[in-house]
């Protein structure tokens, strides 16, 4: 059994900055693509930021230039850095990762139970 555990959400004003963090742990032999989405109300589940094992990152147009995701291959850790918060980022955030439990299988996608961050005055 593989869980992703998020941390850091919570309430900050508009400009302010916030740290997630989501550590997968289990039976994992290796954990490829992993990545921070988010979804509203009403609204599909979008992909904020991703990062592969080599570190190299993709970000959500909104985001780029405010968030950072980086992520510890050794830890099984991932963090999104997020500056300059506007309300529109307001959402529930989930980690996800592409996690290889046998070492013959192909990876399989985890979600997080997610983290709610709110952006207001």
């Known amino acids: 059994q593989v869980q992703l555990m998020e941390s850091g959400g919570g309430l900050v004003q508009p400009g302010g900055s916030l740290r997630l963090s989501c550590v997968a742990s289990?039976?994992?032999?290796?954990?490829?693509?992993m990545g921070w989405y988010r979804q509203t109300p009403g609204k599909e589940r979008e992909l904020v930021a991703g990062?592969?094992?080599?570190?190299?990152?993709s970000y959500a147009d909104s985001v780029k230039g405010r968030f950072t995701i980086s992520r510890d291959n050794a830890k099984n850790t991932v963090d999104l850095q997020m500056h300059s918060l506007k309300p529109e980022d307001t959402a529930v955030y989930y980690c996800?990762?592409?996690?290889?439990?046998?070492?013959?299988?192909?990876?399989?996608?985890?979600w997080g139970q997610g983290t709610q961050v709110t952006v207001s005055s």
């Open positions: 996800h990762g592409n996690i290889q439990i046998f070492i013959a299988s192909n990876p399989s996608s985890y």
């Open positions: 289990g039976r994992i032999v290796r954990i490829n693509y």
């Open positions: 990062i592969n094992r080599d570190g190299d990152t």
